[in-house]
């Protein structure tokens, strides 16, 4: 069984529509027992990050995400929840990842960050069959800060992690829900881990 982590965050819809068209059903759950006992789990979203934290925490889901061990997929927020800090709203994330998340600072580019860009650095199993030349879509006002557990970086206004990799999580900025054949070939490569 595949789990989508619910939690109030968007953008579940499109993705069981991208594991449905790779022949998946998946479960939306916010029960411990099923994200325990899951295959894989997808944590995708869209959303605030000190909203999203607060329903995971009043669930005891954040104990619970931390401590899974099977392959994990964050996605957008996803991943930004899965780092240390994120500066909007202030808030203490999950600490799967070393990063803090900031926000774009101002410039001649528009913040957000929307629309489709290419990947560089690509680093893992999760990147197989990927070339640096291809484009990913990204929606996104905040960025998770380079660092040692990078496994894709992204330059839009300055370079960020595209993707993170830590031990069984693993998580990209984008969304590969919405990134046509491409995004497709990265689940795939998820579902296979």
Not at 31 to 56: C, H, N, W
Request: aromatic letters at 10%.
């Amino acid at each position: 069984m595949i789990a989508i982590v619910k939690y109030n965050a968007g953008n579940v819809r499109s993705v069981q529509n991208a594991l449905h068209r790779l022949g998946v059903d998946a479960v939306v759950t916010d029960d411990p027992k099923q994200l325990r006992e899951a295959e894989k789990v997808i944590f995708p979203g869209v959303g605030e990050a000190s909203t999203a934290m607060r329903y995971l925490k009043e669930r005891g889901l954040d104990e619970v995400l931390k401590n899974l061990h099977q392959p994990f997929l964050g996605i957008c927020l996803g991943l930004q929840l899965m780092c240390k800090h994120s500066e909007e709203g202030d808030t203490e994330c999950l600490g799967i990842f070393n990063e803090n998340v900031k926000r774009f600072p101002t410039s001649k580019l528009k913040v957000p960050h929307m629309g489709w860009n290419n990947c560089s650095e690509l680093k893992g199993a999760l990147f197989a069959s990927i070339d640096s030349s291809d484009d990913f879509y990204f929606v996104h006002s905040y960025y998770a800060e380079l660092g040692s557990q990078t496994t894709a970086q992204c330059d839009y206004i300055l370079p960020f992690s595209a993707a993170l990799q830590k031990d069984n999580f693993h998580a990209v900025q984008f969304h590969p829900e919405k990134s046509a054949e491409i995004g497709q070939q990265l689940i795939k490569n998820f579902l296979e881990l």
